[in-house]
């Protein structure tokens, strides 16, 4: 090989080096500028969903306040469940369990739990669900009220047996053609209560 030959290979090899180090550098500075963003919108979308289902008075930034615990026979899921605590004055007014989760009909439903300091339900909202349009969508408060049926609900204001739709014998209404989604949440919901009842002192 030529002198003229390893010249005109060793400037291709440097600007081929060149091109990929300013390729390296373009795709880190995109990543991390997506990550950043993608990063934001999920805090803005945790924050919309939590104050949806935190009706309690409070003066502090749920989102930097947060426990998180891992119960699968309550929850549905080996994953830690983030809980977010509200305060007011420094104390404690309610909870807030995200995702709890339930076995739909077409797959697993993600749920946001509120509960006030007393036990009391302050709203339930379905963050993310595969059930069918126009049967088991229904659990979506943008899609029906059914949902709204929790608000205000407690283990003391609704005996044991009334947790679990009418059609079992129950007391809380099913989703009309969605009873397994029905009974998925309402479970969800219960299982919830249940572990705040027997965990509430140490959550805050």
Same mark, same amino acid.
């Given at each position: 090989m030529?002198d003229?030959?390893? #010249?005109?290979? #060793?400037q !291709?090899?440097?600007?081929l080096f060149? %091109?990929?180090l300013f ?6 500075i995109?990543? #991390?500028?997506t990550k $950043?963003? !993608?990063?934001q +919108?999920?805090r803005?979308h945790s924050? #919309?969903?939590v104050?949806q289902? *935190? ?8 989102? +930097?306040?947060?426990?998180t615990?891992?119960?699968p ?9 983030i809980?977010y605590?509200?305060?007011?004055d420094n104390n ?5 369990? *995200?995702?709890? *989760? ?6 697993t !439903?993600?749920l946001?739990i509120?509960i006030?300091y007393?036990?009391t339900?302050?709203?339930v909202?379905v963050?993310?669900?595969?059930e069918?349009?126009?049967l088991?969508?229904g659990?979506?408060?943008?899609k029906s ?6 608000n205000g609900?407690?283990?003391a204001?609704?005996?044991i047996a $009334?947790w679990?739709?009418?059609?079992d014998?129950?007391?809380? $209404?099913q %989703?009309s053609g969605?009873?397994i ?5 309402i479970?969800?919901?219960?299982n919830t209560? $249940? ?10």
């Amino acid at each position: 090989m030529s002198d003229t030959q390893q #010249k005109y290979f #060793k400037q !291709i090899g440097l600007s081929l080096f060149v %091109l990929f180090l300013f390729s390296a550098c373009v795709i880190s500075i995109t990543n #991390k500028l997506t990550k $950043d963003r !993608i990063a934001q +919108n999920q805090r803005q979308h945790s924050l #919309k969903i939590v104050t949806q289902v *935190m009706a309690a008075e409070h003066d502090n930034e749920l989102l +930097n306040d947060s426990i998180t615990v891992t119960a699968p026979a309550f929850f549905g899921t080996d994953r830690p469940v983030i809980v977010y605590r509200a305060r007011k004055d420094n104390n404690a007014v309610g909870v807030v369990f *995200m995702p709890v *989760m339930a076995a739909g009909y077409n797959g697993t !439903i993600e749920l946001a739990i509120g509960i006030e300091y007393d036990g009391t339900l302050s709203a339930v909202r379905v963050n993310r669900h595969r059930e069918t349009e126009g049967l088991g969508d229904g659990i979506d408060h943008r899609k029906s009220d059914w949902i709204g049926n929790f608000n205000g609900r407690s283990l003391a204001n609704t005996p044991i047996a $009334d947790w679990t739709v009418k059609k079992d014998g129950g007391g809380l $209404d099913q %989703l009309s053609g969605a009873t397994i989604s029905s009974r998925a949440v309402i479970n969800a919901v219960k299982n919830t209560l $249940d572990y705040y009842a027997l965990n509430r002192d140490r959550l805050y």
